[in-house]
């Protein structure tokens, strides 16, 4: 039996896709609401193919529970947290679940950790507070690193199909987790050290960052001159060896916008194109309320409450906002003493910001001027009904004549 720790984003679909395809699994979660929502048969957040694959699940028995199970291995995703000021990542959740897996656990269990840590994490922090509990690693307790790769939006089809990093100790646990994850995973599975595979998992995310943000440092410059971004990128990815990403308002998500400043946290005087690149990403949301205001005065516009933001989440199709560009840009603006720019987004029923509105319709008659910040398929559904707009499209997504962009 495999008992996951933390059903959040990751945890959740994972312990489903185990229990699909035939694990024993149980699922813990110290929150309470969150297990009796699961135990009445309800997920907890929206992606694409989730209702079915929960409902195969429990077909196939996954249970939910808040207590830690008696079993010989766990699966620990739990959140990493990471600390805005030092850069550095906080390893506390992901230490206390494996002190509270040592509690129950039988001799010789294994405890994989899925959650994303800085390289050198589990040297620092977990293998100590397991030595200082009298266990031995490799004899009382084997540790795994198993990063997970998928993508919110997609996370059912990359679970099945993306290629995975097993970090363990020796050879022989390495591959008794492979083919615990090869029991769904259709992609390669490759076996290494713990400490590379924490290292993979960061540096791949921070590939990711870098490329924004050279995307977006092009837009800048791109709008410093009055050069159309989108129509170079687009040529130069002609080029056989040329692969740039979109510039947008910003990078949001647990993920991206997060993990590579955990490089920039432990290797301050080396990590420099990454530091760069992180701010540059950052200033996004800033670069994006300027335009706005320039916007606003070319048209004549000197009312804020005339003004729209379309999409609270973090990227198009999803109802996460973690490190969403269109959050932070609400902040930035209000720090002027402005009253807050409306806002709308059809995955938000509740209200996450001041002044957001539940109803497109209502959200279109009031604004004259729509800032597309996050293109969900609803928007390019119903461009048709921002004829007569003034549209400023961060997204590159809407086609009609006079739209402004970053
Ligand atoms: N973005 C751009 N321009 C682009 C691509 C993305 O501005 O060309 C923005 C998005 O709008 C979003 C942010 O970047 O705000 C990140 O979005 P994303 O779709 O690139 O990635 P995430 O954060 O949803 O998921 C990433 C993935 N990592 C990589 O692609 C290397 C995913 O595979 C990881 O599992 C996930 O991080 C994670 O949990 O680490």
Known sequence: MVNVIGLGYI????????AAHGVEVVGTDYNKELVATLN???TTF????IEELFATALQKGIRFTTEYQITDTYIISVPTPYDKFSKKVDACYVVAAVQSVMEVCPKGATVVIESTVSPGTIDKYVRPAVEKNGFTIGEDIHLVHAPERIIPGNMVYELLHNNRTIGADSKQVGEKIRALYASFCQGQIVVTDIRTAEMTKVVENTF???NIAFANELAKICRHDNMDVYEIIRICNMHPRVNILQPGPGVGGHCISVDPWFLVG?????AKVIDESMK???SMPDFVLNRIYEIMRENNITDISRVGLYGLSYKENVDDSRESPTIQLIENQQRHLAAPIKSYDPYFEQNIVPNQYHNFEEFLA????VVIMVNHNQIKENMDKLKGKIVFDTRNCCDLPGTYRL
């Open 280 to 282: 540059t990403n950052d």
């Open 11 to 18: 945890g959740l679909p994972t312990a489903l896709m185990l």
């Open 46 to 49: 929206k992606e694409q193919g």
């Open 208 to 210: 990711r960052a870098v």
């Open 366 to 369: 009031d604004t004259d001027l």
């Open 40 to 42: 009445a048969g309800k």
């Open 266 to 270: 432990d290797y301050p005087s080396l």
